[in-house]
């Protein structure tokens, strides 16, 4: 009913996504005949729009995957990420790794995800893509690997902090695009200079995942006062 009342205010692409996600939604509730409805509308309402057939297209995935089949939606997955488009690719990459982990093939899966994280960094599917991976490193025995993917997740969600109490621990995190190429190093030191004119020196460590996420944490403490 929302979308009826309020879809002349979408542009056109936000209404085709609109009614992707609502098709989305009935095929994870088993409602597949209303998500194929859903996605028959999208395609007669966007007929013009190849970004929004793509989005159909992307639609008719996730039915499969939630019926269980894997193995046809990987193909249609793959097909939507050759065609490069810079909305539709990093959500057929989230849903291709999916994909995968579904068909038991944890490691093609994380292999997908570090593509997502790597040439789409600013993708919000990247927290998601960290947390699934997370959860793979955590099921195969790999908890150190897990517990830094866990604590990447948490920190690109995080707002700045921009008060810290003594005995807080801060959370430092750098995300370059150029600095695990131009030197292969796992570790990034920083310098962190406060207000009140304490310096620090704090190791981040490169994300399991992502070739672009440096995390690292230092605690704090209360300083001696000053006569």
């Not at 919000?124 to 195969?140: H, M, Y």
């Not at 969600?157 to 600095?179: F, H, M």
């Not at 992502?210 to 006569?227: C, H, I, N």
């Amino acid at each position: 009913m929302a979308l009826e009342l309020f879809g002349g205010r979408l542009k056109p692409f936000e209404a085709a996504m609109a009614r992707a996600r609502r098709a989305e939604i009935y095929a994870w509730q088993n409602q597949f005949v209303q998500a194929e409805a859903e996605l028959a509308s999208l395609r007669e309402a966007h007929k013009d729009q190849p970004q929004a057939l793509l989005l159909a297209d992307l639609g008719d995935a996730n039915l499969l995957l939630a019926r269980g089949q894997a193995g046809p939606a990987l193909q249609r997955l793959q097909r939507l990420v050759e065609t490069g488009d810079p909305l539709i690719t990093p959500l057929a990459l989230y849903t291709l790794g999916v994909a995968h982990l579904q068909m038991k093939d944890n490691e093609k899966a994380i292999e997908v995800f570090r593509e997502l994280c790597n040439k789409h960094a600013n993708d919000p599917f990247v927290q998601r893509v960290v947390l699934l991976s997370g959860q793979v490193f955590f099921d195969r025995g790999d908890f150190l690997a897990a517990r830094k993917l866990y604590e990447a997740a948490a920190a690109i969600g995080a707002a700045r902090q921009t008060n810290v109490l003594p005995g807080d621990e801060l959370v430092v995190k750098v995300s370059d695009g150029d600095y695990f190429i131009r030197t292969r190093q796992q570790l990034l030191d920083v310098t962190l200079r406060a207000p009140s004119g304490d310096v620090e020196t704090v190791r981040l460590e490169k994300n399991p995942v992502s070739d672009q996420l440096y995390v690292g944490r230092v605690p704090t403490k209360l300083g001696k006062a000053v006569e």
